[in-house]
């Protein structure tokens, strides 16, 4: 116990800096998904192609090599100069991006064709359309997979402690070198990350309740 008072300190710095990313990151790749998901719904053949590529790529890469190619590929570049932290937000973001945007495409598609047809009767343009009548009734049906792949992207901030980002993770191999009490360290860090992952699913399920009653 002992030990874990000890680390508490660090552990608790690490937990600032974790949120700080994955919230950062989780708003970021909400915007790329929306995007990329509109790009993927959209008649411009070219729109698709940007869309898919990039979904494809993301999708079909590690995202410790995404991590790795935009921290030390991109700052091998005369022009870009990026810090830890801005390129785990990145990484972290693009890489939820890719998996919003097809929870946001499918989500869109499983709207019955006819809610747009009433949507046009009524004068709406096809952005009020998407805005008010589409997206609002997509997103009940998203917010389950929104959940698993929030909490996915949470985990995945994790990795960041390996460009040396002072991260829930990283904290926790410098408590463990400093306290040399290996078990209580990852224990303590385990239960902490156990938390965060049970009040974001709680969050979710207060959402999707909250939506059931509308």
Do not use: H
Not at 72 to 80: A, H, K, P, V
Not at 154 to 181: P, R, Y
Request: no cysteine.
């Amino acid at each position: 116990m002992e030990a874990i008072v000890t680390a508490l300190p660090y552990l608790l710095d690490g937990l600032q800096v974790t949120l700080y990313i994955f919230v950062t990151a989780l708003i970021l790749g909400l915007i790329i998904g929306l995007i990329m998901a509109l790009f993927r719904l959209a008649p411009l053949k070219i729109l698709n192609w940007i869309a898919k590529i990039y979904i494809d790529a993301i999708r079909g890469t590690p995202i410790l090599v995404q991590l790795f190619f935009i921290y030390f590929g991109l700052n091998t570049l005369d022009w870009i100069s990026l810090d830890k932290t801005t390129a785990g937000i990145i990484t972290v973001g693009l890489n939820a991006g890719a998996y919003f945007a097809e929870i946001i495409r499918a989500g869109i598609q499983s709207i019955d064709k006819g809610q747009t047809e009433a949507a046009r009767s009524l004068g709406l343009t096809s952005s009020q359309n998407m805005r008010y009548v589409v997206l609002p009734q997509a997103f009940r049906r998203m917010l389950p997979t929104f959940t698993n792949q929030s909490i996915i992207s949470l985990k995945d901030t994790s990795l960041l402690s390996i460009i040396g980002i002072a991260d829930l993770t990283q904290q926790g191999e410098v408590a463990t070198a400093t306290t040399f009490e290996a078990f209580k360290i990852w224990f303590a860090v385990g239960v902490i990350y156990f938390i965060l992952i049970y009040l974001l699913s709680l969050l979710a399920n207060f959402l999707e309740r909250r939506f059931e009653l509308r």
